[in-house]
């Protein structure tokens, strides 16, 4: 049978419907989509996709599943190495990791990984009646700070090891990142909640509205009999311009404009969290926060969004995905352009005029592509006397994030570097004995599976430890 050379394509809301509400964009393979999407993988017996998984999924094992009919040993099979099955199906970039190592993709589009993970556990999130079972207890202990993408990948292997494990969440619901970042229609709340509920069922425990460096500290962690600690806490510290104009009323962090519509749910509308919803609003930056925030704006009501970009299209890091959507949509990408000021009215007249003080536009500097910078990239150099001004009544920066120095600040001894990551060996071990580290809390915002990745090694490392230490007692 003739290989066909393209993925099946994924059915989506279409654009200009989907961009009015808040329900998932993507609908997911059936399962004649998701078979005969299978039968392009070529089975490859060196398995070069499973180098480009961080947590080395044995995907030609479950894709073959799935041809046999086997959609419960595909999901079993694919969670030996994953925790988050149906998370990592919808927001891991697989076009850059597993099936940018594709066999197939060499001559013609690389199967649908991510595609076919997503139809697997979905599958089972709605078929399943068994829950997990806890194993026999071996009798240790281990504390994880933060229940994001890392901190539950490592709670849930050390909880299939038999560990005591006990979450603790700064905020009042359980994910992280994936509940206070990531939109609902990319990643309905209802499947995080459902990964979440599983690791419960395997016997992890989680407290949430506890902050570690405030609540308690590290010390005290081990103070209350847990025998080493994972520090998964994130990168929730937004990054800033320092521009004239960013403490202007209607000038949010992309954090707190998503922390507000996804986590306190102010897209519903009985919500009673405040949130700008703006005619007219630019976006700065050009990852997957910053479409994020910019489809999650639209659908709050803007009329006009800007995505204000200071390189090109090439260097746009999002997820392509996302910025065909976001096309679709109709937001309006502003490339080679970065914003020099912030405007906002003032009524010299009326100090006590209730417009004063809120946006009205930004100034913007059109930019050309110079000499490559320290990452290879093509480094942007302002173009002079090119400046000109954008309309608009909300201004959102998504430039990045940094992990917040509370837990550095407050436990003695911990080595981070200049970007406040914390320093790890390779195993994710800390300069502090018996704590360990991953994800953003250490690289600075990064992916969901990268996370995923860290938290991983950094539970084989734990177990690692903790039994050599029962073995030399």
């Known amino acids: 049978m003739a290989i066909n050379p393209k993925k099946c394509a994924m059915p989506t809301q279409p654009a200009n419907v989907r961009g009015t509400n808040f329900d998932e964009v993507a609908l997911g393979y059936t399962l004649e989509m998701a078979k005969g999407e299978a039968e392009r993988c070529l089975n490859c017996k060196n398995k070069p996709c499973v180098s480009g998984c ?30 988050l099955p149906a998370v990592c199906g919808r927001v891991c970039p697989q076009e850059t990791q597993c099936e940018s190592k594709c066999t197939l993709g060499i001559k013609f589009e690389p199967v649908g990984i991510g595609r076919l993970e997503r139809f697997v556990a979905d599958w089972h999130n709605e078929h399943a009646s068994e829950t997990p079972v806890a194993p026999t207890s071996n009798g240790h202990k281990v ?7 890392s901190g539950l990948t490592c709670a849930g292997d050390l909880a299939k ?8 969440e700064a905020l009042h619901t359980a994910g992280g990142v994936l509940v206070y970042g990531i939109p609902e229609f990319r990643l309905p709340k209802a499947i995080v909640a459902k990964e979440v509920d599983n690791l419960k069922a395997l016997g992890v425990t989680i407290k949430t509205n506890v902050v570690i460096g405030k609540t308690l500290t590290v010390d005290d962690l081990f103070s209350m009999g847990f025998e080493a600690v994972f520090i998964g806490s994130g990168a929730g510290l937004p990054n800033f311009m320092n521009i004239p104009g960013e403490s202007l009323k209607g000038v949010y962090s992309a954090n707190e404009f998503l922390t507000r519509s996804n986590l306190m749910k102010a897209y519903r509308p009985d919500s009673t969290t405040p949130i700008m919803q703006g005619e007219k609003v630019a976006v700065v930056g050009g990852g997957n926060v910053a479409m994020d925030a910019a489809r999650t704006a639209l659908r709050l009501g803007a009329d006009k969004v800007y995505i204000v970009y200071r390189r090109s299209m090439e260097e746009l890091p999002a997820r392509a995905e996302e910025v065909e959507h976001a096309q679709e949509e109709g937001i309006d990408f502003q490339l080679l352009r970065n914003p020099v000021e912030i405007l906002g009215y003032q009524n010299p007249d009326d100090p006590k005029d209730p417009k004063n003080g809120f946006v009205t536009g930004m100034r913007v500097i059109k930019m050309e592509l110079g000499e490559p910078d320290e990452k290879g990239r093509r480094r942007p150099v302002p173009v002079d006397g090119s400046e000109y001004e954008l309309t608009v009544d909300t201004v959102i920066i998504s430039i990045g994030t940094s992990p917040n120095p509370l837990i550095k600040d407050t436990t003695q001894g911990l080595e981070v570097n200049r970007y406040g990551g914390i320093i790890v060996t390779e195993e994710g071990l800390t300069s502090r004995e018996a704590v360990y580290a991953g994800g953003d809390a250490v690289t600075g915002a990064a992916t969901v599976i990268s996370a995923m990745g860290a938290g991983k090694t950094a539970a084989k490392a734990i177990h690692e430890f903790l039994m050599n230490a029962e073995k030399n007692a």
């Open 143 to 149: 504390a994880v700070v933060g229940s994001g993408p």
């Open 161 to 168: 090891k038999g560990y005591d494990v006990t979450v603790f």
């Open 54 to 83: 961080p947590v080395m999924i044995d995907i030609p094992d479950f894709i073959t599943l799935i041809k046999t009919g086997d959609l419960e040993g595909a999901y079993q099979s694919i969670l030996r190495s994953s925790s």
